[in-house]
């Protein structure tokens, strides 16, 4: 499987921005997959994930503000970022990894595990919100 992101770019605070992953084949319910970002000079750290039974979980830090959802049969992950802040600046990366088809797996582990159970990653893609 091969992850390609895209629909980054500047924004000013406030605005939306919608990411999109591209997978190279479908991947079925076995794939959990996720959006995580890295700023410069800081660990790369969760955004939101969703689980093999189509469960989501997302970081404190963007919650009520972004949305992560799946497209089923193409399996294109997508974050929806809205009220964007300064702090959101970040490259932000699409991951995946096999879980359990139809049971919760990578929602059950906190943020700061999700980086540590994706295996795969696509290049990122850049997004940066002026205040």
């Known amino acids: 499987v091969q992850l390609a992101e895209s629909g980054g770019g500047s924004v000013e605070s406030g605005g939306s921005l919608t990411l999109s992953c591209a997978v190279s084949?479908?991947?079925?319910?076995?794939?959990?997959m996720g959006w995580l970002r890295q700023s410069p000079g800081k660990e790369r750290e969760g955004v939101a994930v969703?689980?093999?039974?189509?469960?989501?979980s997302y970081a404190d830090s963007v919650k009520g503000r972004f949305t992560i959802s799946q497209d089923t049969v193409t399996s294109t992950l997508y974050l929806q970022m809205n009220s964007l802040k300064a702090e959101d600046t970040a490259m932000y990366y699409c991951?995946?990894?096999?879980?359990?088809?139809?049971?919760?797996?990578?929602?059950?582990?906190?943020?700061?595990?999700?980086?540590?159970?994706?295996?795969?990653w696509g290049q990122g893609t850049q997004v940066t919100v002026s205040s």
């Open positions: 991951a995946a990894d096999f879980c359990v088809p139809h049971k919760a797996t990578v929602t059950r582990l906190a943020p700061r595990a999700w980086s540590a159970f994706f295996g795969t």
């Open positions: 969703i689980d093999g039974d189509g469960s989501t």
């Open positions: 084949r479908s991947a079925g319910s076995g794939v959990c």
